[in-house]
């Protein structure tokens, strides 16, 4: 199977011409009042301000997702006009939008490549993979801002996280940057003891009541529909399987999804259930746009499997979750995927079919391998624990902080 880039370019190139002859007709416009070309001043430093904890807002809503933190501070847009201004000054002199340090910070660490940076402190920039460069048919990123902003961090910054030794060397032979300063600390993967330690009972009737499906009876996907997750070759590996379990799709629709996602509408996807003498239409692959962190956790537990055969990654977070869930995995043969997943994975060539195939009937069929699969995934996951991966990050702190 192969990927057609050509409506891509075509498509860019189109948007160019016509913004192109719309700016010639506007200039062409004796009517139209000129403005004069602004010319870059000087980098506005944001100042932040305390936010106060103070328990008068009811957040328990979003309990599992606040971070565990001292304090708080907000600087307004920050990120997205740091982006905005830093895209529109490609063609003029780039540069960092600057934030006041007004709380005396030592270390700054930006979870996400951003260009921005915090005043008299060390800017550590966490960059997870490289998509952008190393799939550049898979993601919309204007290529040329995103190699020059991650260019510049690589120049600028204190110290750059990864969290793979695959996206590491990646990092390394993009840029030119000292080995030294590109530290791979992995991800730091938990699930809350609360959530896997539900009844199997409960669980059982909580599948079935809210998806319709038997607990370790189905094949789980679960992630952004988009290009790098090999969704279309994994759907035409599942139709010519012949398992007779279904295939669950859960995510939102990411970017460039439209084709991964045809062969829901084939009829070879639909069967009929007759049931108490009504007759229902069932669909082999099914999609759940959306599901609660808990309900998601309880997917993952039940099924028989969790498919996860990426083109690339920089880490592949629920291969390790599916570990923890005491799950089988399936995964791709290549790159951070299998770095990851080591000798507790199926691991199969994302780009053959077949292989994806043979892999997800095995799982499905053989007890003995997903007791084998099951056991090893538990041992492995252990190497992505928060204390480990807290040990890691410190010694960054410690390195990029040395006088």
């Known amino acids: 199977m192969e990927a057609d880039v050509a409506p891509l370019f075509f498509r860019a190139a189109a948007t160019a011409r016509s913004n192109h002859q719309l700016r010639a007709g506007l200039a062409a416009d004796p009517k139209r009042p000129r403005r004069p070309i602004r010319k870059p001043g000087k980098v506005r430093t944001a100042r932040p301000f305390s936010v106060p904890l103070e328990g008068k807002v009811i957040a328990r809503q979003y309990a599992g997702r606040l971070a565990v933190t001292d304090g708080v501070w907000n600087a307004p847009n920050v990120f997205y006009n740091a982006d905005i201004a830093y895209a529109r000054r490609l063609r003029l002199r780039r540069r960092f939008n600057a934030i006041a340090n007004v709380f005396g910070s030592d270390v700054a660490h930006w979870t996400y490549p951003m260009p921005v940076k915090l005043n008299n402190a060390r800017n550590i920039y966490t960059i997870h993979d490289l998509v952008p460069l190393r799939l550049p048919f898979a993601t919309l990123d204007q290529k040329r801002v995103y190699y020059r902003m991650i260019e510049r961090l690589c120049r600028e910054a204190d110290m750059i996280v990864t969290v793979s ?33 539900i009844d199997e009972h409960v669980l059982k009737e909580e599948l079935l009541g809210l998806h319709d499906v038997a607990y370790k009876g189905y094949v789980l996907f679960y992630g952004a529909v988009e290009p790098k997750k090999n969704l279309a070759r994994l759907m035409e590996a599942y139709m010519s399987s012949g398992l007779d379990m279904p295939l669950l799709i859960v995510g939102k629709d990411g970017w460039l999804f439209e084709k991964d996602m045809e062969l829901l509408d084939m009829p070879s996807n639909c069967y009929e259930v007759e049931r108490d003498g009504v007759t229902t239409r069932r669909q082999r692959i099914r999609r759940i746009d959306y599901v609660s962190f808990p309900q998601l956790i309880n997917l993952v537990r039940g099924a028989r499997m969790v498919a996860m055969p990426s083109l690339y990654e920089g880490f592949g977070l ?30 199969v060539d994302p780009y053959d079919t077949r292989a994806i195939r043979d892999a997800m009937i095995a799982l499905c069929r053989d007890d003995e391998l997903c007791a084998t699969m099951t056991a090893k995934g538990r041992e492995r996951a252990k190497a992505f624990s928060p204390e480990l991966h807290a040990e890691r990050l410190n010694a960054v702190y410690m390195q990029a902080t040395k006088p």
């Not at 991800?187 to 330690?197: G, T």
């Not at 570990?323 to 507790?344: I, N, S, Y």
């Open 165 to 197: 030794e695959t996206s590491r060397r990646d990092i390394l032979s993009f840029f030119d940057i000292a080995p030294e300063k590109v530290v791979n600390t992995y991800q730091s993967v938990e699930i809350p003891k609360r959530f896997l330690d």
């Open 318 to 347: 629920p291969i390790v979750e599916a570990m923890l869930c005491g799950t089988p995995v399936m995964t791709a043969d290549l790159g951070a995927t299998c770095e990851v997943a080591g000798d507790a994975a199926v691991l």
